[in-house]
């Protein structure tokens, strides 16, 4: 053996203590981060932590001790990161990693399976397969239905119009696009999907060939649900136009709102017309777990094909997420054959025939592990959880005459403002102040790393969002950062009051 053997995990002692060390000084940092964690983020200067991790970057002629690195980890990365696992931390739909898939992590990266070819994952492939299975079980799919993991939601939803759109040319044009390229009426197909809709949606049809122009927005209801009698108005213009409907997506789940469109509705208009029907329940897909909740979930079996992510409410690291279709044989329209992985002779299962990626993480892993440690009680229980606080956290926001709130909330996320009391006649000039005030609570609450939000817009209008996903989430304990939100405003407003009664005198 050379000297090598400490870098690598092999049967020497060697080998393995050195793996040891490293594990177990990596594990122990994010401990001792963790037991003294206050706030979610420590704010540092943009440029400060620029330049400082620059020094840090130079790479040196002689490797250094693991302490002298594991120490620049912690004060330059781990100081300054958002910690997604504190209850203060509830912007985006980023969720604090769950400890089993922490753990199954571990495993994977060690044994370093890929999973596009069998002989690259023997056992992985079917622990792959099989949580898939179970997902299309759950979703009530029938045993036509297949999967594959994906790296999140931007790839599934890719996935799904890539398949509609081949499906669609195979169907109508008798073209096979993997071999022939678009044929010229791909520029009349159309492609549906609310104003809520993920900005994925737009991207996939640029991506692929049909043009952003493709996507036609349709308006959604004081819920923030598709409207079905504009989805039904869309489908008959464009058809009179003669253009060509190629799928409509339904969310469930929007990214800000949470809301859901109506599978039942939708599935009725796109069967009739023979449209192929995706879900993108990115976000919503965890739905499936819930007690109290999952009949928000239960026609997602209408749809032709399906994107969960697990990196978001089934709290797994990024990445990972997965892709269903109802019917397997669509898959047929991205198989190709590398002599060197799934040759054509080879009757061999083989994951690359289902998926655009080559290289692939074993992370499901990581979900199996989850389900096993977690068990399908708790799992339903925290999901539940943070529902009812959500909802709860709305009721509070709901009484207060000095916040104006966007949605009731079905899954766990509330879009709001605060209401200054100070009121323009000049309506634009009203609007400038309120969008200014609340982006000023976001970014200061954010700076002082008091309580972590996301801002989004809806007609012009700022607002601040909170996502709460993570379970550890308390009702008290949101209150108490709201009030917070609540006093800046009332702070923020005073200035702003100080500052028009200067310009008007001056
Ligand atoms: C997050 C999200 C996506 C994008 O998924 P990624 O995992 O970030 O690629 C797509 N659709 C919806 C509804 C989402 O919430």
């Known amino acids: 053996m050379n000297t090598f053997n400490q870098w690598f995990l092999s049967s020497s002692s060697n080998s393995i203590e050195n793996y040891y060390q490293y594990m177990s000084e ?41 302490d002298h690195i594991l120490g620049s980890i912690q004060r ?152 079905i009698d504009t989805l039904y108005e869309e489908i008959e213009k464009v058809k009179k136009q003669g253009n060509l409907p190629l799928a409509v997506v339904a969310t469930i789940g929007t990214t800000d709102f949470g809301s859901i469109d109506s599978l039942s509705e939708i599935s009725q208009l796109t069967e009739r017309e023979n449209i192929w029907l995706h879900a993108d329940a990115a976000y919503g897909g965890a739905l499936l777990f819930s007690h109290k909740y999952s009949h928000l979930a239960a026609h997602l079996n209408k749809a032709d094909s399906i994107t969960i992510d697990f990196h978001k409410w089934f709290y797994q690291p990024a990445s990972c997420g997965a892709f269903f279709v109802r019917n397997a044989s669509m898959f047929q329209h991205i198989k190709l054959h590398a002599d060197y992985l799934n040759p054509e002779e080879d009757s061999r299962f083989h994951l690359v025939d289902r998926s655009i990626q080559t290289t692939k993480r074993f992370d499901a892993l990581k979900v199996w592990l989850t389900f096993q440690a977690v068990g399908q009680q708790e799992f339903g229980d925290m999901i539940d959880h943070t529902i009812q606080t959500a909802k709860q956290t709305a009721d509070y926001l709901l009484k207060r005459t000095d916040i104006d709130v966007l949605n009731i909330p079905e899954m766990n996320a509330i879009v709001f403002r605060y209401q200054p009391n100070i009121y323009y006649t000049d309506s634009q000039k009203q609007r400038f102040y309120e969008n200014k005030i609340n982006h000023s609570i976001q970014q200061q609450l954010y700076e002082t790393g008091r309580l972590i939000m996301a801002k989004t817009k809806d007609q012009g209008k700022s607002y601040l969002k909170l996502t709460m996903l993570n379970p550890l989430i308390t009702f008290d304990e949101t209150v108490k950062r709201l009030v917070e939100v609540i006093h800046l405003g009332k702070d923020l407003e005073k200035k702003g009051a100080h500052l028009r009664e200067h310009s008007v005198t001056s």
């Not at 964690?37 to 130079?58: C, G, S, V, W």
């Not at 799919?141 to 939803?157: I, K, R």
């Open 26 to 66: 990596a594990a122990e940092i994010i401990g001792d981060h963790y037991q003294g964690l206050e706030r979610p983020y420590e704010h540092i200067d943009t440029a400060d932590i620029q330049n400082k991790i620059e020094d840090f970057m130079i790479i040196g002629n002689e490797g250094k001790s693991l």
């Open 76 to 227: 330059l990365v781990m100081e300054h990161s958002l910690h997604i696992s504190h209850p203060g931390a509830m912007a985006h739909l980023h969720c604090p990693p769950i400890i089993p898939a922490l753990a199954a992590e571990v495993i994977i990266s060690a044994l370093n399976q890929s999973m596009d070819s069998w002989d690259q994952s023997p056992a992985a492939t079917y622990i792959e397969d099989g949580v898939i299975q179970e997902m299309i079980k759950k979703i009530n799919y029938p045993e036509s239905a297949s999967g594959v993991f994906t790296s999140g939601g931007t790839q599934s939803n890719y996935m799904a119009l890539l398949l509609a759109r081949n499906e669609y040319c195979a169907k109508h044009f008798s073209i096979n696009v993997s071999k022939r390229g678009l044929p010229a009426e791909a520029q009349k197909l159309r492609i549906f999907c609310s104003e809520k809709a993920h900005f994925t949606v737009q991207q996939s049809a640029a991506q692929l060939g049909l043009g952003m122009e493709s996507v036609v927005s349709i308006k959604t209801n004081d819920r923030y649900e598709m409207c």
